[in-house]
């Protein structure tokens, strides 16, 4: 099983409603990822968890909550968000943070706020 | 910091003709190298990936990469292009063991 699953695949949500993605994957990767993606720009790095604990914070707005319950599960709490945060958010994993590392990616969340 | 550059952000082939997207590398150390696909609406797949055991790397889909030092380049090729390989193409360099940094994409378009 290579899939990195994630759920919703779109979502639409006003600027005062709080929601979650989630990302699922079963090969044993020790490293998750979030990215954000807007419309004809390469994906954009949020978030790093290794070995379920928080490594990586790139400047994302506290709007913006990552958790990590689990080594197999990635959630990303959305609360108070702004329209210009409308983008495809992207899940990722990898075995490790190596170099030579390649990442798994999910189908995506397509988030509209409105 | 390492990162990665791709010439042309728009390329146009016509169907069998050969595919070439151009990626640069910034690195004072040989990096590690990955090129990724994005259908429409769609995650990302690696195509292929070069981690220093060969200069030219075959991928999937009939991709392959070639690794040039003296360049500082690894750009994407393919002989033949078909019409389903339309698509965006990113290249990618793994920042000190961190996570993928991306090159802007390179959007691929094919005409029959």
């Known amino acids: 099983d290579t899939e990195v699953t994630q759920t919703p695949k779109h979502l639409v949500m006003g600027m005062t409603n709080k929601k979650s993605l989630k990302c699922e994957q079963h090969m044993g990767h020790r490293a998750m990822y979030w990215y954000k993606q807007k419309a004809k720009k390469p994906p954009e790095l949020m978030f790093v968890?290794?070995?379920?604990?928080?490594?990586i914070n790139e400047s994302v707005p506290s709007r913006f909550s990552p958790e990590c319950p689990n080594s197999s599960l990635l959630n990303l709490h959305l609360h108070a968000l702004q329209p210009e945060d409308s983008a495809l958010y992207l899940c990722a994993s990898s075995q490790g943070r190596g170099d030579s590392t390649e990442a798994f990616f999910g189908q995506g969340t397509r988030l509209t706020v409105v | 910091a390492q990162s990665v550059t791709q010439l042309g952000s728009h390329v146009s082939v016509s169907e069998g003709a050969l595919v070439l997207l151009r990626c640069n590398y910034s690195?004072?150390?040989?990096?590690?190298l990955f090129w990724y696909v994005q259908y429409p609406n769609q995650g990302l797949q690696l195509l292929l990936k070069y981690t220093s055991a060969a200069t030219l790397v075959k991928g999937i889909n009939g991709f392959e990469a070639e690794f040039k030092k003296s360049e500082t380049s690894f750009h994407l090729t393919k002989p033949s292009a078909h019409m389903s390989d339309a698509a965006e193409y990113f290249c990618a360099v793994n920042q000190a063991g961190t996570a993928l940094i991306f090159g802007k994409g390179t959007t691929l378009s094919v005409s029959s």
């Open positions: 690195s004072s150390v040989p990096p590690y």
């Open positions: 968890y290794s070995y379920e604990k928080l490594s």
